[in-house]
């Protein structure tokens, strides 16, 4: 049984870029799904489920990623996580 690969293009709209906070978030919510969660800029993919890879990204603000999931819970996946990139990973309650 083949799983289909769900995608969905993000915008960084931290102004500090994908630095160790929201990259953590990020990692932590990917590993709630059970689907392999990459994220994808220009020619890297890394594992969205570690925080080490999606720090290697050095996504600055204003960078567009493509967020992939492949799984049973991909559509949710991605929604989830797409829900981070848009609320900025909450960074207006820590400034």
């Known amino acids: 049984m083949s799983a289909e690969t769900l995608s969905r293009e ?7 870029g994908l630095h160790a906070r929201p990259a953590d978030l990020l990692a932590r919510e990917a590993r709630r799904w059970q689907s392999r969660i990459e994220l994808v800029a220009e ?3 890394v594992d969205g489920k570690s925080i080490l890879d999606v720090l290697m990204l050095a996504a600055e603000a204003g960078t567009r990623l493509v ?3 492949t799984g049973p819970d991909a559509q949710q996946a991605l929604e989830a996580i797409g829900h981070l990139f848009e609320r900025n990973f909450n960074e207006h309650e820590n400034a």
């Not at 993000?10 to 500090?16: C, H, N, R």
């Open 67 to 69: 967020v992939e999931a």
């Open 10 to 16: 993000v915008v960084v709209g931290i102004q500090q």
């Open 43 to 45: 020619s890297q993919r």
